[in-house]
């Protein structure tokens, strides 16, 4: 059982469709990181949530921080298709043993 | 600036046969960290060295070494591989602890038959 479990595990959509992804935990993190991965490459980081309700917009990306501090979900409006990739949640803090845990990632594909 | 270079980016080996993977930036971070990522399970730490002269072990350390040869290089060795260890593996580096963002490098894609 991982520390972080993501929802769905994978995503298929049209182009201009919404979608959410959801990263959940039954421990609280002081912190909360997003990557994409795109097929080749190494993860990049989005956006780190840091404050229990914190809500930050990247674009059409909308991250929203639980208030416990346990969950977060990536909101993405009007996908295109250059927001394919895999989406990876990061938690940080006491309960990751002051490293990263990731969780197992939601694969996302906009077709056009 | 290359950011974090990874060294192959492909290897096929056999089962018992050893290697190591060569991993450096030059962001000047001083953590430094070593993932497997199988699909579905996101990415698993293997060790990670936390500063100049110290590793630690991740979730997944059995079947590996660490060596922190200065704060630019983080090399990873498999001693015996095992078929268990197909794998992508991904260093990465971060400069605000071990709990800060981290950048990764492209990866290795390893397969042991």
């Known amino acids: 059982t991982q520390l972080l479990e993501q929802s769905p595990q994978f995503l298929s959509i049209q182009e201009g469709e919404n979608l959410t992804v959801y990263c959940n935990s039954s421990s609280v993190f002081s912190s909360l990181q997003w990557y994409r991965q795109e097929p080749g490459e190494g993860p990049v980081l989005l956006v780190t949530?840091?404050?229990?309700?914190e809500v930050k917009k990247l674009k059409r990306l909308t991250f929203q921080f639980g208030d416990a501090r346990k969950d977060s979900s990536l909101h993405i409006t009007a996908a295109q298709p250059g927001d394919t990739g895999l989406y990876l949640c990061?938690?940080?803090?006491?309960?990751?043993?002051?490293?990263?845990?990731f969780g197992g990632g939601t694969r996302v594909l906009v077709k056009p | 600036n290359a950011g974090v270079t990874q060294t192959p980016k492909f290897q096929v080996l056999k089962t018992g046969q050893s290697m190591t993977l060569q991993c450096a930036q030059d962001m000047n971070h001083n953590s430094m960290y070593w993932y497997r990522q199988d699909p579905g399970m996101g990415l698993r730490l293997i060790y990670y060295s936390a500063s100049e002269g110290t590793t630690d072990k991740g979730e997944v350390p059995n079947g590996y070494n660490v060596s922190r040869l200065n704060k630019r290089e983080f090399s990873l060795r498999l001693e015996s591989a095992a078929p268990s260890q197909t794998s992508v593996y991904f260093c990465?580096?971060?400069?605000?602890?071990?709990?800060?963002?981290?950048?990764f490098g492209p990866g290795t894609r390893l397969t042991v038959l």
């Open positions: 990465a580096s971060s400069e605000l602890g071990v709990g800060g963002e981290q950048f």
């Open positions: 990061a938690g940080g803090g006491k309960a990751a043993g002051n490293k990263l845990t």
């Open positions: 949530v840091v404050t229990g309700g």
